[in-house]
């Protein structure tokens, strides 16, 4: 299996990122995925999470602000961010697993660097 995220960059603070993440080489519509970041000198942690029945779930601190979802169809997992804050300045991984409780021991992509500037 193989998964590579796309999207990240610098944005100012406020700002809007979108991060796209392509899966091959499983079935994707039966995965749970979600994304982690892991800012510098932190462990990753996962910030938002999505069933295979489309049920979300998203950390305290990007709830309201940070939206995923997916598209089963395209075998693509989505992140969008808006009001960006520094301490959003992570990289971003997409993963995806069999079930949540065990997603952090599914296939990782290499991450996208989001750089939020004040």
């Known amino acids: 299996a193989s998964v590579v995220e796309s999207g990240g960059g610098l944005v100012q603070v406020g700002g809007s990122l979108r991060l796209s993440c392509e899966v091959s080489?499983?079935?994707?519509?039966?995965?749970?995925a979600g994304w982690y970041r892991r800012a510098p000198g932190n462990r990753p942690e996962l910030v938002a999470s999505?069933?295979?029945?489309?049920?979300?779930d998203y950390k305290d601190s990007v709830l309201g602000r940070f939206t995923i979802s997916r598209d089963n169809a395209k075998n693509s997992l989505y992140l969008q961010m808006n009001r960006l804050r520094p301490e959003d300045t992570a990289v971003y991984y997409c993963?995806?697993?069999?079930?949540?409780?065990?997603?952090?021991?599914?296939?990782w992509g290499k991450g996208a660097l989001v750089t939020v500037s004040s």
């Open positions: 999505i069933l295979y029945n489309g049920m979300t």
């Open positions: 080489g499983r079935t994707f519509s039966n995965d749970a």
């Open positions: 993963v995806v697993g069999d079930q949540l409780a065990t997603l952090d021991y599914g296939t």
